[in-house]
């Protein structure tokens, strides 16, 4: 199947996933008789869009390419998209013209020191650098010990780097440190759909989510339903084997480290004067400890004393 029959095929199954979420009531039209379908017509969302049926439904049979951003604007409206939906409708729009295709394989940037120096000056707050595919790049000393079920996860790859999509989906250990696995799960899979729409020529985005289809059902189940999300902030609750239950507010933010590549740095911290800082503040505390240990035991090269 090439990359063209592919797109269409995400354009379609999008817009058809968001009309059968809305119902005629919420779409302020009047309804009679028994219908065949959930949701809006195709013909209703025409209407509503301004537009005839006949290009309305050309449009979601995948024909986006050369589609003006008013009418694209129109039919967001109609379809009630959000933000992050509105934003990945015109994702798709963009990877549909013609001109200028961007790489098929994505070059990925390392991490510039300073990044590193800053995650490192984070001293109370879980810190991590990801990247769209949620590889985490680089981190801090208590998001290394946050996660450490996830580092020391068979999930992760040669190197050592964990990616929260095959941890969250391969690995069951994974429903014993998510305590919401479920909400994760659905967030973890709309991040990945909402990265395909941005770099839809990412080969190796394509891999991960062949790869998460081919091994976990509840990952195919997710992604059919075309749910996207862009910003990731809110509430986790995680089960942490050396300090228990941890509830923290987490916020992500864009993290720009070269002309081509934006990651996104996280922090998670507990609300002040909670059980839950005091569980934090023990991790810290354990992480330091280990990582001095670490750095003892590290051979030391003769110095002047």
Excluded: C
Aim: charged letters at 30%; proline letters at 5%; zero cysteines.
């Amino acid at each position: 199947m090439d990359d063209q029959h592919d797109h269409r095929t995400e354009i379609r199954d999008f817009l058809a996933s968001r009309r059968a979420k809305i119902t005629p009531e919420q779409a302020g039209l009047p309804t009679s008789g028994r219908r065949r379908v959930p949701g809006l017509r195709r013909e209703e969302v025409a209407v509503l869009a301004g537009v005839s049926t006949e290009w309305y439904t050309r449009l979601e049979k995948g024909h986006i390419s050369g589609v003006s951003e008013d009418v694209l604007a129109a039919v967001a409206q109609a379809l009630q998209l959000d933000e992050d939906e509105r934003t990945y409708l015109f994702d798709l729009a963009r990877a549909a013209r013609p001109a200028r295709r961007t790489p098929s394989r994505r070059r990925d940037v390392a991490v510039p020191p300073r990044i590193q120096w800053l995650l490192d000056s984070i001293t109370m707050s879980a810190a991590f650098v990801r990247n769209g595919r949620l590889d985490v790049i680089a981190h801090n000393a208590l998001g290394r010990a946050l996660h450490a079920p996830m580092f020391d996860s068979p999930t992760t790859d040669k190197s050592g780097r964990p990616n929260f999509a095959r941890y969250h989906f391969l690995d069951d250990t994974s429903h014993d440190f998510f305590v919401d696995w479920e909400a994760g799960a659905a967030a973890t899979v709309a991040l990945l759909r909402a990265e395909a729409g941005r770099e839809p020529h990412d080969r190796t985005l394509r891999e991960l989510i062949g790869e998460l289809s081919t091994l976990s059902r509840d990952f195919r189940t997710l992604w059919a339903a075309h749910d996207v999300r862009i910003r990731h902030d809110g509430v986790k609750r995680l089960q942490h084997p050396e300090v228990g239950e941890l509830e923290l507010t987490y916020q992500s933010v864009d993290l720009p480290v070269s002309q081509r590549a934006v990651h996104d740095l996280s922090l998670y911290t507990a609300e002040p004067g909670s059980t839950f800082e005091d569980h934090l503040k023990l991790l810290a505390s354990l992480a330091a400890t280990a990582h001095r240990a670490a750095n003892t035991d590290t051979p030391q090269t003769d110095q002047l004393h």
